[in-house]
């Protein structure tokens, strides 16, 4: 009883609210890193050097008036943003964050919330459902520039969503689980990290991440100054900070699973060397967060240096080059796999 | 009617020397006597005229022997020339003007209007033209009663689509043969024209004011 | 040419939709990111695909021209600041030389390098504004803050000569009303030599980067015959590849001493329109500099009486301002009041080609090319 619902409950609650905090200084970072990259300070008023500013940024937009454009498809637009951000939140379940464990009261506690034999797909099958909050948000704000956001999200996910599924295929060639932990133990096993025996599947994976997470370059569906906010254009008040904790949360699940897959999730680097034996002194759950924070300041930094694609510019990358090569990735993978059979 | 602006020259002699000549400036010349503004007041005291002497080029001889009767006068002003034409000839000149060998002027700079509310025919419309192939400006200018319609130039400089519609706006003159002649500054339901000389400066304010706001003034 | 308009009134009628799909109408602006104020601008599309365009302007109109039959002669410099707010140094110069010319004034050299040196610094910093929000229209936004961090100093040095950085006004008719302050010269020369290094930081983030390339090569096509038929101006027409700038062709001022190139483009696209703007830049720099070092001594007002009084008559006088040519009518009757006073605003004009620029191309596009014409809305309505 204890084992199977008290403690899951206890690991739950407790990641949320460190996924909560982490999401809200992950907009921190990024007001700070982009800042700095563009000489100036970022937050600096709310506490020593603005390090309130999310609470501050949470507490203003929680206060603030939600409102519900004339027209708009009430329930759905409500909803909308829940449906984006639940499973942003849920894909974190299968993180594992390391494979350390304790044990509490003599039960074993482990340092993600569960690990199911099928991790991977169901983070894919998740992440997916994110976009039905977009499109439906979109849709249902009965205004002109949502709706063009909300269907430039949609043919935008679906088209990357294909080569992302493609490049982890290629990884799961050689861990053969689809397991998160069997993944990376995988990679302990052969001592390099998926990063550098799949370097192409590692380089599309990176970039079909961006476009997922409809960040710069590829951030057409909430672009600006084209779409003046894109499909959340019509939201307000806490109803939009949900849509934007769902972005920052997508952002962190897309840079765990780059780490978990790609980087060796807990792993330190170059597990197998004697001679960086050391490194392991460091807990693995630091190492995890490391390869994350640099993931994100991988993004960042994207944004900050990149213009943006056009719509037909982004669509010709997804389905031109990102397809051919990860699909030509796979059958590569899989042809090596077969002759240097191990 | 360019007799008639002769005419009225204003009474003080214009103190430049070179202009001993009737200065053939039309802003100040051309109002109707009897009905004295108050800068008309000023300017019969004060009034001097900038040089102006009558230019002749091969451009307006040509148009001359063209067109007959089309030129009413051209003459250079601080050094910038100027066709005054007949409103009826407008479009054949322009296009002659546009095409012709010695000074193709394939550029429309400005359209605009100036407003001379006690002329006869009270506006002034004038077309700043460039030739790319001479490097040389000309500016041809027509006069234009009140309701008088004239034509558009827009098919043969299609920027004066809209410089055109500027002039309708601010003067109300007219332009026949304008692919979408309406307000542009102002919005579709404004009143009168506000450059014209006898539209106030506060006028349309006052009104919305009154209408909407129920006080007297919005100064 | 006529028929540059025409395509755009009849792209409005044939419905050549993807499915034969209804079109979809959408309004940009007045209050849009990317329409650089209150331009508004009615897109049809299909899908995202651009049908027609029609612009809707007027919404900051002040009244400028009329503004200007209601003082004296010096009374409306300070209105025409705000004008083309982000390049008031040249509006100032434009109407000055008109009533100048009208009344013949000669004005001194000193003041007439100074004009140059602080019309150059101005168009500098029109440009980098430009730079900064047509990149950050496109994505790009790091470069506007560089853009902006560059003509922070243009304008402290403006602060320091004319007590204010956006609406400044010491431009007299007959002169200057300021001499320069002590090291003001120094402040300038700084600038310039630092700003080669800045310019080459713009060019290495967007000039060979493929997404910007990808966004400005081939958008927004004008040929150079049809910008002469819309009348474009300034970097604009310039793009398109003909040489043309009133700098040279009408040269006021003492710009007839200064050494300087006008850069042109070849295809008349939005990335060589950028490539205009940026060499403009090196250009402006290269006359500031050359300029501090000519700059004579002596006064800084020509003779000039107390009341302007011009001569009755009219003139038409231009320069080039940084979105192209500003025209000034100025009609007098011989007193102290200017009869009228036209202003011809070279985004107006530029404005126009808009609808046949974005014809058949995507609403991002729209986007890149209301950037790249460069408007000021506070010009176009006046």
């Known amino acids: ?38 000489v100036r300070l970022g937050p600096m008023r709310v506490g020593p050097y603005g390090l309130l500013q999310p609470i501050a940024d949470a507490v203003k937009l929680m206060f603030k008036e939600d409102i519900v454009p ?250 031109k080059y990102l397809i051919p090569i990860s699909i030509g990735n796979v059958i590569l993978t899989a042809v090596l796999r077969l002759y240097f059979r191990t | 009617m360019p007799d008639e602006i002769k005419k009225d020259q204003p009474e003080s002699k214009p103190p430049a020397p070179d202009s001993a000549k009737p200065a053939a400036t039309p802003p100040p010349a051309g109002h109707a006597p009897g009905h ?175 209408a909407n706001l129920n006080i007297e003034t919005g100064q | 040419m006529a028929d540059v308009e025409e395509k755009v009134i009849t792209a409005l009628h044939d419905h050549d939709t993807f499915l034969d799909s209804s079109e979809l109408i959408i309004n940009m602006g007045p209050q849009h990111p990317a329409t650089h104020g209150v331009y508004r601008v009615r897109l049809h599309l299909d899908g995202e695909k651009v049908l027609g365009a029609e612009s809707y302007i007027g919404y900051l109109h002040r009244g400028v021209e009329k503004l200007g039959e209601h003082g004296d002669y010096r009374h409306y410099g300070p209105i025409l600041d705000r004008m083309d707010y982000v390049a008031s140094v040249s509006n100032n110069l434009g109407y000055c030389e008109a009533v100048e010319k009208l009344l013949g004034v000669q004005i001194p050299p000193r003041a007439q390098y100074l004009r140059v040196i602080l019309t150059e610094l101005q168009r500098i910093a029109s440009h980098l504004v430009w730079l900064g929000t047509h990149a950050m229209d496109i994505g790009a936004m790091t470069i506007f803050l560089y853009c902006f961090r560059e003509r922070e100093k243009i304008l402290n040095i403006f602060e320091k000569y004319f007590g204010a950085r956006l609406t400044t006004n010491s431009f007299r008719i007959g002169g200057l009303q300021f001499d320069t302050y002590d090291g003001f010269e120094a402040e300038c020369l700084d600038f310039c030599n630092d700003f080669p290094r800045r310019i080459a930081e713009y060019e290495q983030i967007l000039s060979d980067n493929r997404i910007w390339i990808g966004r400005t090569r081939g958008i927004g096509i004008l040929k150079a015959e049809d910008a002469i038929a819309l009348g474009v101006t300034g970097p604009v027409l310039r793009g398109s590849g003909v040489k043309f700038d009133i700098r040279k062709a009408f040269p006021y001022e003492c710009y007839a001493d200064l050494d300087f190139d006008i850069p042109i483009g070849e295809m008349g696209d939005t990335y060589d329109r950028y490539l205009v703007r940026n060499e403009e830049m090196r250009q402006s720099r290269r006359i500031v500099m050359q300029a501090i070092e000519k700059l004579p001594d002596g006064p800084i007002m020509g003779k000039v009486t107390k009341v302007i009084r011009p001569p009755a008559g009219e003139v038409y006088h231009a320069i080039e301002a940084p979105k192209g040519e500003l025209g000034f009518f100025v009609v007098s009757d011989g007193t102290t009041t200017p009869y009228r006073t036209r202003i011809r605003p070279p985004s107006f004009v530029n404005l126009q080609a808009l609808p046949p620029m974005v014809r058949g191309q995507l609403v991002a596009d729209v986007v890149a090319i209301i950037g790249t014409i460069d408007i000021v809305l506070g010009e176009i309505d006046r």
């Open chain 1, 1 to 38: 009883m204890v084992e199977y619902f008290l403690i899951p409950a206890v690991q739950i609650l407790i990641i949320f609210l460190v996924l909560l905090l982490f999401v809200a200084y992950a907009t921190y970072l990024e007001r700070k890193v982009v800042a700095f990259m563009q």
């Open chain 1, 70 to 319: 004339a027209g708009a498809d009430k329930w759905i637009f409500m909803f909308a943003p829940v449906i984006t951000m639940i499973p942003a939140f849920t894909v974190f379940s299968v993180i594992p964050f390391s494979d350390s464990h304790t044990t509490v009261f003599g039960y074993p506690v482990h340092l993600y919330i569960t690990d199911v034999n099928v991790g991977i797909l169901f983070v894919l099958a998740l992440s997916s459902i994110g976009v039905f909050g977009i499109i439906l948000g979109g849709w249902s704000s009965n205004s002109k520039y949502p709706l063009l956001g909300s269907l430039r999200s949609a043919a935008q996910m679906v088209s990357y969503e294909v080569a992302m599924g493609f490049a982890i295929v290629s990884v799961l060639i050689y861990s053969r689980s689809l397991s998160m932990i069997d993944i990376v133990n995988a990679q302990k096993d052969m001592g390099w990290w998926f990063a550098v025996i799949q370097p192409i599947g590692f380089f599309i994976y990176l970039i079909c991440g961006v476009a997922e997470t409809n960040r710069a370059p590829f951030d057409l569906p909430e672009a600006e100054s084209e779409l003046v906010a894109g499909f959340h254009t019509e939201y307000s008040g806490f109803r939009f900070a949900i849509y934007f904790m769902a972005e920052y949360a997508n952002m962190i699940l897309i840079s765990s699973i780059a780490a978990t897959l790609f980087w060796g999730g807990w792993l330190s680097p170059f597990p197998n060397v004697k001679a960086l034996s050391f490194l392991q002194v460091v807990p693995g759950v630091v190492w995890f967060f490391l390869k994350v924070f640099f993931f994100m300041y991988l993004y960042i930094w994207l944004r900050a240096t990149l213009p943006r694609f056009r719509y037909d510019q982004l669509m010709r990358v997804g389905w």
């Open chain 2, 36 to 210: 004295p503004s108050v800068s008309e007041k000023k300017l019969a005291t004060k009034a001097a005229a900038a040089a102006s002497t009558p230019w002749t080029s091969p451009l307006v001889e040509e148009i001359k022997k063209r067109f007959q009767g089309s030129v009413i006068e051209s003459h250079t002003m601080v050094g910038q020339n100027v066709i005054i034409l007949e409103t009826p000839s407008l479009i054949e000149v322009c296009k002659f003007v546009r095409e012709n060998e010695i000074m193709p002027c394939d550029y429309l700079v400005d359209v605009t209007a100036v407003d001379y509310p006690s002329r006869e025919k009270r506006f002034d419309v004038v077309y700043v033209l460039h030739s790319f192939k001479m490097n040389e400006r000309v500016r041809l200018k027509i006069y234009v009663a009140d309701n008088e319609t004239i034509p558009s130039v827009t098919a043969i400089w299609p920027t004066a689509n809209w410089l055109e519609r500027e002039v309708f706006d601010m003067f109300g003159i007219k332009f026949s043969g304008h692919p979408d002649l309406k307000r542009i500054l102002l919005p579709e339901g404004w009143k009168g024209h506000p450059l014209r000389k006898d539209y106030h400066l506060q006028q349309m304010d006052d009104e919305w004011v009154k």
